[in-house]
Structure formats: structure tokens, C-alpha cells
């Protein structure tokens, strides 16, 4: 039976767990915190609740800590070819397209499982990949699938299931890339386990989208049944997070009951049969992004930012988002606690060439865009 806890504790406990991990306990869970953290106390070797949660709440944790405390505190239920709908979709229509549109360029896919539990989520990715791709060889692959409960992503690098994980999946489908053990358990075949990367990652802590935590440039993202524990704002930041971890024209799938405009207004919902994706549009179809005539008030302006000199080198760098999230970050009570800032002599080269590469491109969409546009606009000579 939990002990009693204080209504004021349990509010400071409930705000400690908002901020850390992004976990939302409201009032009318609270009964199920208690639980949750008596339990969890034996680890830290603690026997008394009211004692254990002031200690939790005192002072930062260490990523250890946070580490035991997700292992008690979220819930990692999951299945083979959960929603089968959305595997639909990614099997007939989604990854086809993107590998047409790729195979004649760099042969490249890269998709990321956010909050991937057990890993049945990124492993049935990976077995639609394989039925649309059965020798991808040729290509370079990335299936990244990351949690914050490192216990249960031990089980996933196992790739061992009982019967309850298979309860979506095709019968076929088992058949074809799972073989059965002596125990009765139920391992996925060697070439699949081995498309997916696992790792630690807190989606409310960790800094992403980043080359060197390979967070970047994605084309689709899965993040089902994660964001709808946590408070509204963070589900919104999180979001918003992951759309930038995306390339333009990239997926992302959330849970059915998590499809929301208010925590997604950036993205453009796409109807599949029985399924709902969100979508990064590409930046043609993105008319206000691309050319914003009220930002521009004359053909004169227009002339001079073509033809004129840039902006220094360091202002340009200043003004980008990537050195702006990097700033944000650097004063956040996050990095004070953690010591990440020991990561910035790696972090700051790939920051550098990640910003050269996107800068010289958009410089060359941008002189073709603005040529473009002032072909449009009158002159004196026509109006
Ligand atoms: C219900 S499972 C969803 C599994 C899978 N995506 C699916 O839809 O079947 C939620 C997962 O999110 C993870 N999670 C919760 N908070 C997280 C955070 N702040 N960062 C990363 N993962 C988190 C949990 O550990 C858990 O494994």
C-alpha cells in the first residue's frame, strides 16, 4: 500500500517529471505516480517515499538516474505492425515513392523510430522496407530507433518475442522473418536485427536534430504513442523538433489518437486509406516560405539583395536557426545540468558544414528565385 504523500510534494514531483522528461501527471494520476515511485525507490535504495521524492527533486539528476526513473515511469507497450493501416500505406505508396525519387541520386534512406519500446515499431519498418526494397545493398540504409528506457532497449537489441508482440503482424509475415526457438519465443531473422541501430535518446532533454546524435535529415519519422504522455507545450516543442529533423518532402507518423493541428500546425496532414500521415511539404509547395513579397518592399530591394553584397559571413551565421537553437541551448537550465558543453569541439564542425551546405543552397534557390519574381514585378518601362 503506498504511504502518504502531501498534495504539495506530489505537485512538485508531477512538475519536476513535466520539465525532465516530458511526462504528464495530472492530478487524477497521481494515485498511479505513488505507485509507480514506491516501486522505483527500491532502486535508489530508499525506504521512505516522502524522503525519496524531496532527494528526486532537489537538485539535476544524472542521466543514470533519469535512466532508472523512465524504466518505472513510462509505459512501453507496443506490437508488430501496430495501426496495420499506416503499414499499409508505407509498404504501397510511401517508401515506393521515395525510393523512385531517389534511385537515380544518391541511393539513401533514413528513418527514425522516436520512442521505439521493445523495437517491434522499427523493426516492422524495416520488414516494409524489405518487401519494397528486397536488395537494398545498393542503398545506405539507416534505421535509427531510440528510447529513454535503456532496459527496454536492451530486450529490443535481443530481437526476442513472445506470442502477445505478434498480435498485428500478419501470419505471413511471421512466418517469413521470425523463426521459432525452443523456448517458445519467436526471433526476427539476422538480416533484419541488423537494419536497425538502437539508442538512448530523451526526447525532451537531448539536442536534435543534429549530424553527430544522427537526429538529421530524415525521411520519415515514427513517433507513435509517445507524445500524447506528455503536457500539450511539450508535445508542441517536440514537434515542432521533429519537423526540423526531417528534409523537406519528409514523413512523419504519430499515433491515430495523437493526430492534432494544435501540436502539429506545421505539417500538412495526407490522407492514405484508413490512415492519416503528417507531411514536411517540399519547398516548392511552399509558396509563403519561399518568396515572402511582404518582406520585400521594392523592385529596388529586390535588385540589391540579388546583386548586392551579402550579409557578413558572421551575421549570416548569427541569424541561423541551427546557431540559434545551439544559443538557446547553451543557456538552458538542460545544459547547465548535464555536461554537454564538453561535446562542443565535436558538435561545432558539424554545426559549421552543416550550415555551409544548407547556405550555398539556399543561396542559389533564393538568386533563382528572386530573378524570377522581379521578371514578374512592373518597371517603369512596362507599367
Ligand atoms: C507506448 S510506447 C510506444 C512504442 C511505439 N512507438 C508504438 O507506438 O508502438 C512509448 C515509448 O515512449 C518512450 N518515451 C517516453 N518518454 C520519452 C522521452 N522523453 N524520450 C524518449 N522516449 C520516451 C517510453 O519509454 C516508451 O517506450
Request: one cysteine or more; charged letters at 25%.
Amino acid at each position: 500500500m503506498p504511504a502518504e504523500i502531501s498534495r504539495e510534494t506530489l505537485a512538485r514531483l508531477s512538475e519536476y517529471l513535466k520539465t525532465q522528461m516530458g511526462l504528464y501527471f495530472p492530478e487524477n494520476r497521481w494515485d498511479d505516480l505513488r505507485r509507480k515511485m514506491s516501486q522505483a525507490m527500491k532502486d535508489f535504495d530508499y525506504q521512505d517515499l516522502s524522503g525519496f521524492i524531496e532527494w528526486l527533486v532537489s537538485s539535476p539528476r544524472s542521466r543514470r538516474e533519469i535512466e532508472i526513473l523512465a524504466s518505472h515511469l513510462t509505459i512501453s507497450e507496443t506490437y508488430f505492425w501496430r495501426e496495420p493501416r499506416v503499414f499499409e500505406a508505407l509498404v504501397e505508396q510511401i517508401l515506393p515513392e521515395l525510393i523512385r525519387a531517389r534511385e537515380k541520386g544518391e541511393r539513401r534512406l533514413r528513418i527514425w523510430s522516436a520512442g521505439c519500446a521493445t523495437g517491434e515499431e522499427p523493426y516492422s519498418i524495416a520488414i516494409a522496407l524489405r518487401r519494397v526494397l528486397p536488395v537494398p545493398e545498393d542503398w545506405r540504409i539507416t534505421i535509427m530507433a531510440t528510447d529513454i528506457n535503456p532496459g527496454i532497449l536492451r530486450r529490443a537489441t535481443a530481437g526476442l518475442y513472445g506470442q502477445w508482440s505478434f498480435r498485428g503482424l500478419p501470419k505471413r509475415l511471421k512466418e517469413e522473418y521470425f523463426h521459432r526457438k525452443e523456448d517458445g519465443r519467436f526471433e526476427i531473422l539476422p538480416e533484419i536485427r541488423k537494419m536497425v541501430t538502437f539508442a538512448y535518446l530523451n526526447l525532451v532533454e537531448d539536442l536534435y536534430p543534429l549530424p553527430l546524435n544522427n537526429t538529421n535529415a530524415m525521411d520519415l519519422i515514427f513517433c507513435r504513442n509517445v507524445l500524447m504522455y506528455f503536457t500539450p507545450e511539450r508535445a508542441v516543442q517536440v514537434g515542432q523538433r521533429l519537423y526540423n529533423s526531417l528534409v523537406d518532402g519528409g514523413w512523419l507518423m504519430v499515433g491515430a489518437s495523437e493526430l492534432s493541428q494544435f501540436t502539429f500546425p506545421q505539417f500538412t496532414s495526407v490522407h492514405f486509406p484508413g490512415a492519416i500521415v503528417y507531411r514536411r511539404e517540399t519547398r516548392e509547395s511552399r509558396p509563403a516560405e519561399v518568396f515572402r513579397l511582404e518582406e520585400i518592399s521594392s523592385p529596388t530591394e529586390i535588385v540589391q539583395q540579388e546583386g548586392g553584397d551579402p550579409p557578413p559571413m558572421w551575421e549570416r551565421w548569427r541569424r541561423h536557426p541551427l546557431c540559434a537553437k545551439a544559443h538557446e541551448y547553451r543557456w538552458s537550465r538542460a545544459h547547465r545540468q548535464s555536461r554537454s558543453h564538453l561535446l562542443w569541439p565535436w558538435i561545432a564542425p558539424c554545426l559549421a558544414v552543416t550550415w555551409l551546405r544548407r547556405s550555398s543552397s539556399r543561396a542559389k534557390r533564393q538568386r533563382v528565385t528572386l530573378r524570377s519574381v522581379s521578371e514578374r514585378l512592373p518597371t517603369k518601362a512596362n507599367s
